[in-house]
């Protein structure tokens, strides 16, 4: 069993950054982010394989959002530049024992998550 634990979030006006880490008590090959705002359903974010080589984004963050990974520290990032309101959400970490992919049921293991707020 494998436990992630995300870090990092916070309050941010619009326009600024924050970096969200992921730590996993064990090694993992995919890892991704998903996140979740009040009323809406979880969407995802960005994922990343072992490698590193392979990367996905969401439409609503490519260009402004970076994942990218630390195999050594077993740990996933999430660069989030020029933040929106509506980038606000729990922002929840996951992984699993495969390739990349963006449907959250096929991630294997999941984070508590951490809170992310955009002021306007």
């Known amino acids: 069993q494998v436990q992630l634990v995300e870090s990092g979030g916070g309050l941010v006006q619009a326009g600024g950054s924050l970096r969200l880490s992921c730590a996993a008590s064990?090694?993992?090959?995919?890892m991704g982010w998903f996140r979740q705002a009040p009323g809406k359903v979880r969407e995802f974010v960005a994922t990343i394989s072992w490698s590193g080589a392979s990367t996905v984004y969401a439409d609503s963050v490519k260009g402004r959002f970076t994942i990218s990974r630390d195999n050594a520290k077993n740990t996933v990032y999430l660069q989030m530049n020029s933040l929106k309101p509506e980038d606000t959400a729990v922002y929840v970490c996951?992984?699993?024992?495969?390739?990349?992919?963006?449907?959250?049921?096929?991630?294997?293991?999941w984070g508590q998550g951490t809170q992310v707020t955009v002021s306007s």
């Open positions: 064990g090694r993992t090959a995919a």
């Open positions: 996951a992984a699993r024992r495969s390739v990349v992919v963006t449907r959250g049921y096929e991630y294997d293991y």
